[in-house]
């Protein structure tokens, strides 16, 4: 009856899937979440406040005019009234008043006051764009956490399948009298484990769709398989690294809180200098002072206002701003280590679990194949029921490492997006107006592919089921690069001049020393001019040093897409330097390759970055060009 139950049960969940209704794609499902997220609604509400306070601060560019009037019973007893012999005398009194004041010159206050809430605004329209960021990362994990979960649902359900498939035989069998009470104990138990692992997986799945209903605000429907971003990865973490450290929102957000810490520094001096104005008061009274009749004023004075001493709050408040300003520089210097953290985190378990995907898939069909072995074996009696089911359960634990590694490192590229500040941008969401800041931002190198532009991937459909173990699927993961210490500034070393120079035809002579010792000077020389024409920003020299349809090592990234990387990450105003050292150089038994491994020092404009790597040349045409290039441990 339970296991009757597990069955409608999981038909039922898994009916949700498959019902009519409206198929919903990630960038839909992160769509909605930006529209409707209510921290991104309280970022957007206070960028649009702290906009309105710049022209509360620009105000005293214009002048001010006021106009007072006033009636009433006034009672006096003066010189004049005495004078007049009239004692004390009680009129009514009417004044009417009108001021303009027009600033000249405050200190520099009012240009400093419009710079400090202009960068305040900056860096709230950057926390809204980074808040975007952030909650997109959210929806996207809670989507791909529900098809996780689905999949591992699903394999739990044909894992049951299967038990009870055996369950049966056996339970047919020992009722013939052919088989013994103890194998149907046996099949009992490993199916009241296999139902058992259903009802923990459905109750996952809900925990899934819970997670989803709260970031996304809906709960999930007919949801589609994601899209893997290949192409809009970086090539290598340095590269993913400065992208970030350009572009990433929370460190721009921090460098415009340094520039509006500097403007209020600077406006805490404005104390210090005298005050200039223009004044014209016009006064139109009557009945004042005691004596019937009308008075006129009129003046136009320009004023000058300069306060000598103020107890020393003044000099207190410029010393305040100047801690401000440190505080302000250390929160973005902390900033630059979280992005980079963030960065490398996201790249190593990309790496790593892509890496292990192989394996994981290997041991999937392998453990599929020897089930398939063990059922025929058992069959003919060659194998035990234990044996049997042994098999089963490293098959289903098989397909579930596979399943959360898939999905894993499907998560691991999108935080590497999110650390570069290119979620939203791959994804082809629309993002609030108030992402924007008022001071125009130098133009940052565009990413080359979007969700909508990047190639598909040539690898055929991957089937978790148990029908499906013999579908291939291409490992994009390389060699992890070696991870160092984040640092706060780029280390500074001198820049050697080294010529740049096009690859050497070399006619090749085997068997003899003489042109190994040759061919070894001239992969240095390689080695230095490519070394050199990367710091130079010699695009044209750089990309000489490789072989004509060259491709990174185990990417799916075509020669083009790579080239049109390396083109708006190469230049001159990049300020990049590349420095060598340890080269070692070794030849390959057939003579046609060496291999060259290094230590490398990079070091551009905001990043610093040290690992070991190692280039493959290859003899192509008479010329030693690159065929391989990697990061290792």
């Known amino acids: 009856m339970n296991f009757k139950k597990s069955l409608i049960s999981c038909f039922i969940l898994s009916g949700s899937y498959l019902s009519a209704g409206h198929t919903q794609t990630l960038q839909e499902a992160v769509q909605l979440t930006l529209n409707e997220n209510p921290e991104i609604q309280e970022a957007r509400a206070i960028r649009m406040a702290y906009e309105q306070e710049i022209d509360q601060a620009a105000s005293p560019y214009l002048p001010t005019i006021d106009v007072s009037a006033g009636y009433g019973l006034e009672q006096a007893n003066n010189l004049v009234t005495r004078d007049r012999r009239q004692g004390t005398q009680q009129l009514g009194r009417t004044e009417s008043k009108v001021r303009l004041n027009q600033m000249i010159f405050d200190g520099f206050q009012t240009p400093h006051e419009v710079a400090r809430f202009t960068a305040k605004t900056d860096a709230q329209a950057y926390t809204v764009f980074g808040q975007s960021e952030i909650t997109g990362l959210q929806a996207t994990q809670a989507y791909i956490n529900v098809l996780r979960r689905q999949a591992l649902f699903n394999l739990a359900a044909d894992n049951l399948s299967l038990h009870k498939g055996f369950f049966e035989q056996i339970k047919m069998r020992t009722e013939r009298g052919i088989g013994r009470v103890s194998d149907l104990d046996q099949a009992t138990g490993r199916l009241a484990r296999a139902e058992s692992n259903l009802q923990a997986e459905q109750g996952n799945l809900k925990d899934a769709q819970t997670s989803y209903l709260r970031v996304i605000g809906v709960l999930p429907d007919k949801l589609t398989e994601v899209q893997k971003p290949t192409q809009a990865i970086p090539a290598s973490l340095e590269e993913a690294t400065e992208l970030a450290l350009a572009n990433h929102p929370t460190l721009k957000a921090a460098n415009a809180d340094i520039t509006e810490s500097l403007a209020q520094h600077n406006t805490a001096s404005a104390p210090f200098y005298p005050k200039l104005n223009f004044e014209v008061n016009y006064d139109n009274n009557d009945d004042v002072g005691g004596i019937r009749g009308q008075t006129e004023d009129l003046t136009a004075m320009v004023k000058v206002n300069y306060n000598l001493f103020n107890g020393g709050k003044d000099k207190a408040r410029r010393n305040q701003t100047a801690y401000e300003m440190y505080q302000a520089k250390n929160i973005r210097?902390?900033?630059?280590?979280?992005?980079?953290?963030?960065?490398?985190?996201?790249w190593v378990a990309y790496k790593t679990v892509g890496s292990q995907l192989?394996?994981?898939?290997?041991?999937?069909?392998?453990?599929?194949?020897?089930?398939?072995?063990?059922?025929q074996q058992f069959n003919i009696g060659q194998r035990t029921l234990l044996d049997l089911l042994d098999s089963t359960n490293e098959m289903y634990l098989a397909n579930l490492a596979y399943t959360d590694a898939k999905y894993t490192e499907l998560t691991a590229r999108y935080r590497i997006l999110a650390g570069m500040g290119r979620l939203n941008k791959y994804l082809g969401t629309t993002l609030p107006s108030e992402i924007k800041p008022i001071t125009p931002e130098k133009k940052q190198p565009e990413m080359l592919y979007t969700a909508a532009t990047e190639t598909k991937s040539t690898e055929?459909?991957?089937?978790?089921?148990?029908?499906?173990?013999?579908?291939?699927?291409?490992?994009?993961?390389?060699?992890?690069?070696?991870?160092?210490?984040?640092v706060i500034k780029p280390l500074e070393s001198k820049q050697t001049d080294l010529p740049v120079s096009s690859p050497v035809i070399y006619e090749s002579v085997e068997g003899t020393s003489t042109a190994?010792?040759?061919?070894?000077?001239?992969?240095?020389?390689?080695?230095?001019?490519?070394?050199?024409?990367?710091?130079?920003?010699?695009?044209?020299?750089?990309?000489?040093?490789?072989?004509?349809?060259y491709t990174p090592d185990a990417t799916a990234v075509d020669h083009s897409a790579w080239k049109k990387n390396r083109v708006s990450r190469i230049s001159p105003n990049?300020?990049?330097?590349?420095?060598?050292?340890?080269?070692?150089?070794?030849?390959?038994?057939?003579?046609?390759?060496?291999?060259?491994?290094?230590?490398?020092?990079?070091?551009?404009?905001?990043?610093?970055?040290?690992?070991?790597?190692?280039?493959?040349?290859k003899n192509t045409n008479g010329a030693w060009l690159i065929h391989e290039e990697r990061s290792i441990e």
Not at 361 to 371: E, G, P, Q
Not at 465 to 483: C, F, R, V, W
Not at 588 to 603: D, I, K, M, S, W
């Open 333 to 346: 210097d902390n900033t630059y280590r979280q992005v980079v953290e963030a960065v490398r985190l996201s």
């Open 358 to 375: 192989d394996f994981f898939k290997a041991h999937r069909d392998s453990s599929a194949k020897a089930l398939n072995a063990y059922k």
């Open 460 to 486: 055929e459909p991957d089937d978790n089921s148990y029908q499906g173990m013999q579908l291939s699927e291409t490992n994009t993961a390389s060699t992890d690069p070696k991870i160092n210490n984040p």
């Open 516 to 549: 190994s010792n040759d061919s070894e000077t001239i992969l240095r020389q390689h080695l230095d001019g490519w070394a050199d024409a990367w710091s130079k920003g010699d695009i044209k020299a750089y990309l000489g040093y490789y072989e004509p349809n």
């Open 574 to 617: 990049k300020q990049i330097q590349v420095l060598l050292s340890d080269i070692k150089i070794n030849k390959n038994p057939a003579g046609n390759a060496f291999t060259t491994t290094f230590h490398q020092v990079y070091n551009s404009k905001n990043f610093h970055d040290e690992s070991k790597k190692t280039i493959v040349w």
